[in-house]
T-cell receptor, first 115, second 111 residues
Framework: GAGVSQSPSNKVTEKGKDVELRCDPI?????LYWYRQSLGQGLEFLIY????????KSGLPSDRFSAERTGGSVSTLTIQRTQQEDSAVYLC?????????????FGPGTRLLVL | GENVEQHPSTLSVQEGDSAVIKCTYS??????FPWYKQELGKGPQLIID?????GEKKDQRIAVTLNKTAKHFSLHITETQPEDSAVYFC??????????FGTGTRLTIIP
């Protein structure tokens, strides 16, 4: 596609429910990143994929958070048993994965509200 | 670990004047420094970037300078326009291949 797309654009859920967020990277990009942005804050790194593998999961805040990527393209971020502090904008970015082409291109984000 | 400090957190500039945002970093292995602009309700968009082998880069009204010795880099916007109003984030790519972002600067251009 022309850019990174994310769905849904907005999600309201009740505390304790599971949610799944989707990211479609730019076609051909092998690297994919998930970030979390709380209201008025900077971007917090969550996880990074190179192809289908995740060499860096260091940013996942708890074991309620998990992510997967299949086919080297679409990725899903799953939050189990959501808590109110999970409310934030979840941003996905992709890059070519090639040396010297580090630019990350961001999607519009999914705004998650946990009631 | 990596740390990026960004100043100021808010900046108001009269239309037509210049705006400068500064960032400092701690990872001496950092070699790539992008700047992103984020408008309300949208994802961050890359506006300019610089690599460690260059001291300055310019693209029309936007320029970035890098001082590797002092570990700081700055964004300069000249002849500011109302559409420049947004939140700006600096970032650095450290030795672990992970982007670390500054905390953002909310720039307001006063017509």
């Amino acid at each position: 596609g022309a850019g990174v797309s994310q769905s849904p654009s907005n999600k309201v859920t009740e505390k304790g429910k599971d949610v799944e967020l989707r990211c479609d990277p730019i076609s051909g990009h092998t690297a994919l990143y998930w970030y979390r942005q709380s209201l008025g804050q900077g971007l917090e790194f969550l996880i990074y994929f190179q192809g289908n593998s995740a060499p860096d999961k260091s940013g996942l805040p708890s074991d309620r958070f998990s992510a997967e990527r299949t086919g080297g393209s679409v990725s899903t971020l799953t939050i189990q048993r959501t808590q109110q502090e999970d409310s934030a904008v979840y941003l996905c970015a992709s890059s070519s994965g090639l040396a010297g082409q580090e630019t990350q291109y961001f999607g519009p984000g999914t705004r998650l509200l946990v009631l | 670990g990596e740390n990026v400090e960004q100043h100021p957190s808010t900046l108001s500039v009269q239309e037509g004047d210049s705006a400068v945002i500064k960032c400092t970093y701690s990872d001496s292995a950092s070699n790539y420094f992008p700047w992103y602009k984020q408008e309300l309700g949208k994802g961050p968009q890359l506006i300019i970037d610089i690599r460690s082998n260059v001291g300055e880069k310019k693209d029309q009204r936007i320029a970035v300078t890098l001082n590797k010795t002092a570990k700081h880099f700055s964004l300069h916007i000249t002849e500011t326009q109302p559409e420049d109003s947004a939140v700006y984030f600096c970032a650095e790519l450290g030795g672990n291949e992970k982007l670390t972002f500054g905390t953002g600067t909310r720039l307001t251009i006063i017509p």
